[in-house]
C-alpha cells in the first residue's frame, strides 16, 4: 500500500516552454501532498505544499507563477513549470500523506521526474 | 530556520563493517523520519520515531530519537552492498506536517 506515482518519469524540453507533471496517489486518497526540487548530490528542498480544494501554500523564495500547482482530487496534483529555462533543470518529487492516517506524520514518495531543459 | 545536519556527508567502507550516522539539529521536532534514496529514485521511508529515547530496530538498522527529540542515529551492523545509497532524515516541527529533510549522508558499501 501507499504507492505514490509521478508522470513523466524525464521530461526534455526546450526553454520558455511549459512542462507539466502529475503526482498521483494510487491506493490511498490524499487531502495533502508536497512538492521536492533536489539537486544533483544534495538534499531535498520542499517546494510547495499542495492541499486538495485549494491553493498551494509555496516556500519562501519559491515563484508561485512559475511553478503551478493544482490538487484537483484526492489522488492528483500537478506541478507545472512555466517558461522553463536550463536553470529550472532538476529533480522534481511528489509526496503524499494519507488520509487516514490521522496525526501520523509519514510521507510517501513518488519515484521523481528528471526534467531537463535545453 | 531549523536546520538538520547529517554527519558524515560521505562514507565508503567495506563489507562487514559497522556505521553510525547523524542528524542533529537545535530544534526540537515532533517525530523524526530516516529514509533511503537510490539513484534516480523517490527516497524510501525507512522508520519514523516519535517518542525522546526511542528505539526501533529494523533487521540490521537500529534507529535512535535523542531525548530531548532535537537529534537521531542510525547505526548499521555488518553493512551490506546493498545498503548504499544516500540515507536522509527528516524531521517534522510542532503544528505541521512538513518535513525539514537533512543535508544527507552517501553511503557506498564495498564488497
Known amino acids: 500500500g501507499a504507492v505514490v506515482s509521478q508522470h513523466p518519469s524525464r521530461v526534455i524540453c526546450k526553454s520558455g516552454t511549459s512542462v507539466k507533471i502529475e503526482c498521483r496517489s494510487l491506493?490511498?486518497?490524499?487531502?495533502?501532498m508536497f512538492w521536492y526540487r533536489q539537486f544533483p548530490k544534495q538534499s531535498l528542498m520542499l517546494m510547495a505544499t499542495s492541499n486538495e480544494g485549494s491553493k498551494a501554500t509555496y516556500e519562501q523564495g519559491v515563484e508561485k507563477d512559475k511553478f503551478l500547482i493544482n490538487h484537483a482530487s484526492l489522488t492528483l496534483s500537478t506541478l507545472t513549470v512555466t517558461s522553463a529555462h536550463p536553470e529550472d533543470s532538476s529533480f522534481y518529487i511528489c509526496?503524499?500523506?494519507?488520509?487516514?492516517?490521522?496525526?501520523?506524520?509519514?510521507?510517501?514518495f513518488g519515484p521523481g521526474t528528471r526534467l531537463t531543459v535545453t | 530556520t531549523q536546520l538538520l545536519e547529517q554527519s558524515p556527508q560521505f562514507l565508503s567502507i567495506q563489507e562487514g563493517e559497522n556505521l553510525t550516522v547523524y542528524c542533529n539539529s537545535s530544534s526540537v521536532f515532533s517525530s523524526l523520519q530516516w529514509y533511503r534514496q537510490e539513484p534516480g529514485e523517490g527516497p524510501v521511508l525507512l522508520v519514523t520515531?516519535?517518542?525522546?529515547?526511542e528505539v526501533k530496530k529494523l533487521k540490521r538498522l537500529t534507529f535512535q530519537f535523542g531525548d530531548a527529540r532535537k537529534d537521531s542515529s542510525l547505526h548499521i551492523t555488518a553493512a551490506q552492498p546493498g545498503d548504499t545509497g544516500l540515507y536522509l532524515c527528516a524531521g517534522v516541527g510542532s503544528g505541521t506536517y512538513k518535513y525539514i529533510f537533512g543535508t544527507g549522508t552517501r553511503l557506498k558499501v564495498l564488497a
Open positions: 520515531v516519535v517518542t525522546g529515547g
Open positions: 509526496s503524499a500523506r494519507d488520509l487516514r492516517q490521522g496525526e501520523s506524520y509519514e510521507q510517501y
Open positions: 491506493d490511498f486518497q490524499a487531502t495533502t
